[in-house]
């Protein structure tokens, strides 16, 4: 039996999108297991009562941070983090999973940008193998790591089908038809470009979810009182599942017009339920999107309103097919594959 330690430590932040991915690969890894492996999860001390899919549990403590070499008894130790705090004794081997390199467009200054790259470097260097999240994040990790001959595989995330949770109109969600989008206010989810377009479409509003209590969260509040516009857009904060789900649901259009993604699992999770998504050209949204998505060409607000207004009369005409093309585009972001893709890595070190 092949030993395996899977790191979760980032369930800690369990509102984010790594305790997101945490939380659902440990899920499907435990569904698909297999008797000649050995799955231990490593939790944070925090998650300890609420982690209650499997006995196999260690918590990170600081004791296993500060002293890597007696985190033994493991053939291979996987960390979904690609900044982890524990790292396996020496005879371990050691995956390492790159969901991003955002901090090349996120820090502003070439200083930061080469200590991330130099911090991320030393996680790469101690791995004996690289997993990413897509295409995109794999030919970033080519372009500035060195990677000294290992090979970075590609294993994309799983998302769930918003079909899962039963539906639950919010208290605060109008009759009025909307618009919606989701995700930690952080700028680069350039939200900004959908509150000045929201000028242009005086018959929609525009629901923004996620955690906003951010500097960027509050900018976005001032601009919509600038643009006189808080009757219509609605940054509701937080949801539930079943609340999200409805508002896939029922929204009008997906819009998503992020600069920086290692995946883009709203917009995926948006598509399952074959709704149409406008999509920046950025990153990996392209890849995700694939040609079942439609594109802003730029971000100039008159630009992104004939888009989306010929992209739904598009979508609208034959609403059927393309509800089905999107669907079955999508349909291999799958965490049970996911899952199986992570298990026959972990047993090429038998």
């Not at 991003?100 to 791995?127: C, G, H, S, T, W």
């Not at 900004?192 to 955690?211: A, H, K, Q, R, W």
């Not at 600069?259 to 392209?286: D, H, I, N, R, W």
């Not at 999107?326 to 070190?349: N, Q, T």
Request: hydrophobic share 40%; charged share 25%; net charge positive.
């Amino acid at each position: 039996m092949i030993k395996v330690l899977v790191d979760l430590y980032r369930l800690k932040e369990v509102n984010s999108g790594l305790g997101y991915f945490s939380n659902q690969l440990s899920s499907s890894l435990i569904e698909n297991q297999t008797e000649d492996l050995g799955l231990t999860f490593m939790i944070p001390n925090s998650r300890g009562s609420k982690f209650s899919i499997s006995s196999n549990i260690v918590f990170a403590s600081i004791f296993k941070m500060l002293f890597s070499r007696f985190n033994t008894g493991f053939d291979v130790w996987h960390s979904t983090s690609q900044f982890p705090k524990v790292y396996p004794g020496s005879k371990t081997k050691f995956i390492l999973t790159i969901h991003d390199l955002n901090f090349l467009i996120e820090k502003p200054n070439l200083q930061k940008k080469a200590k991330y790259l130099k911090k991320l470097q030393n996680k790469v260097d101690r791995a004996d193998a690289i997993t990413s999240i897509s295409l995109y994040t794999k030919t970033l990790i080519e372009e500035h790591i060195s990677l000294k001959g290992k090979k970075v595989h590609v294993i994309h995330n799983g998302v769930e089908s918003p079909e899962l949770f039963a539906y639950k109109r919010p208290q605060w969600a109008s009759n009025k038809k909307f618009f919606f989008s989701i995700g930690y206010f952080t700028a680069k989810k350039n939200w900004e470009v959908l509150i000045d377009m929201m000028t242009e479409f005086p018959d929609y509003n525009l629901i923004i979810s996620g955690f906003n209590n951010t500097a960027y969260g509050k900018s976005c509040e001032n601009l919509i009182k600038q643009k006189g516009l808080n009757d219509r857009i609605v940054l509701s904060g937080t949801i539930s599942n079943e609340e999200k789900s409805w508002l896939y649901a029922e929204c009008s259009a997906f819009l998503f017009p992020s600069l920086a993604e290692g995946f883009g699992m709203p917009a995926v999770e948006a598509m399952k339920l074959g709704k149409p998504v406008f999509l920046s050209k950025f990153t990996s949204l392209p890849e995700i999107g694939g040609d079942a998505a439609f594109y802003f060409d730029n971000f100039d607000k008159k630009s992104m309103k004939l888009k989306i207004t010929s992209g739904l009369q598009t979508y609208n005409a034959d609403r059927k097919a393309h509800e089905d093309k999107i669907k079955s585009h999508v349909s291999k972001f799958d965490w049970d594959v996911a899952a199986k893709k992570y298990i026959e890595l972990y047993k090429s070190f038998e």
